[in-house]
């Protein structure tokens, strides 16, 4: 049984590992901005601010095994004078800071949730993302998170401390938010969405994979060291994905075709390309390399997946 460190803990990701922790038998701590957040299976820790002074001597004691999900995430609409100083900050500095802490209170192992946009921002054709590409991040979040995979490369050298880093693509299940939400909302309500067309290939994480591949990637001997892409196994495309989200919700897909070429010129003219890019392009994960090294499958289908996000959308309402 380990003690594992939970960074993020109140965001949803963290606080369905924290459940997954336990339920795997080991003792789940959670660091949290403020208490009433925390998940109700771990010990509450509250760190307010992650920066590069950060105090994380209460949180790291006694805990063999930290999970590092705390970040500043990706902004549609950053409004910072600044924004790749920003995420430095947390992102970088923050994590460094926490890493060499954990070195020097004895953790053995930092699991590190790193980004796919640290591979980069979209592929073609049947280009699938793999560890082995040369990183290619685009916007500052995605700089700022292979900034801090080379920082947490310099602490594991410098101490021993056994660093993993994991790249998701986009995580959806409940408690999701952004876009996918947007989406599930649209389709709920029956708007028709001019996606039919989109004939693209998106690999996509639900949260329970994820986090059954972190817990893997804190346990398993063979994990230190490596940087692991995970998904939910075969990519999905926007047409196909909004169909099965009117199915998992029980209603029908008002989907229809409209050409996706003119679709793009119409998203360049009102500046809205990045958004149009996400639901046409194409952006693929082999994650045959945690398959092959730690024996890992996702046990949620996107079926599944979707099916649990739909029930905990609807029980909002």
């Known amino acids: 049984m380990s003690r594992m460190l939970v960074t993020g803990a109140s965001g949803f990701v963290g606080g369905c590992l924290c459940a997954e922790i336990v339920r795997h038998g080991h003792e789940a701590r959670a660091s949290v901005r403020t208490l009433g957040s925390e998940p109700g299976e771990a010990e509450a ?3 307010r601010q992650i920066d590069g002074q950060t105090d994380w001597a209460e949180a790291l004691r006694d805990v063999d095994v930290v999970i590092h999900l705390a970040a500043r995430v990706h902004v549609m609409k950053d409004t910072s004078a600044d924004p790749l100083a920003e995420f430095r900050k947390v992102n970088v500095q923050g994590t460094e800071n926490l890493a060499r802490q954990a070195a020097r209170a004895g953790v053995k192992r930092l699991v590190y949730v790193s980004s796919v946009k640290v591979n980069g921002e979209e592929t073609a054709g049947q280009q699938r993302y793999t560890e082995q590409d040369a990183p290619s991040p685009q916007d500052p979040y995605g700089i700022s998170k292979w900034e801090a995979e080379q920082a947490l490369q310099r602490v594991a050298q410098e101490t021993g401390m056994e660093v993993v880093v994991v790249r998701p693509p986009l995580v959806y299940g409940p408690g999701v938010k952004g876009n996918f939400i947007s989406l599930l909302a649209a389709v709920n309500k029956g708007i028709p969405l001019p996606l039919a067309g989109a004939d693209n290939a998106r690999s996509l994480a639900y949260v329970g994979n994820l986090v059954d591949a972190l817990i893997a990637c804190s ?8 940087t692991y892409l995970v998904s939910d196994g075969a990519p999905v495309s926007t047409a196909m994905l909004v169909d099965k989200i009117a199915g998992a919700l029980g209603c029908r897909s008002r989907s229809f075709y409209f050409p996706p070429v003119l679709m793009r010129a119409a998203a360049m003219l009102l500046g809205r390309s990045a958004q ?13 390399k945690i398959r092959r090294e730690l024996g890992w499958v996702p046990p949620y289908t996107l079926e599944q997946g979707l099916r649990a996000t739909a029930e905990w959308y609807r029980s909002r309402r």
Do not use: M
């Open 219 to 226: 346990t398993h001997p063979v994990a230190a060291g490596q």
């Open 276 to 288: 149009v890019g996400r639901l046409f392009g194409s952006l693929q994960v082999s994650d045959e």
């Open 45 to 47: 820790i509250v760190v």
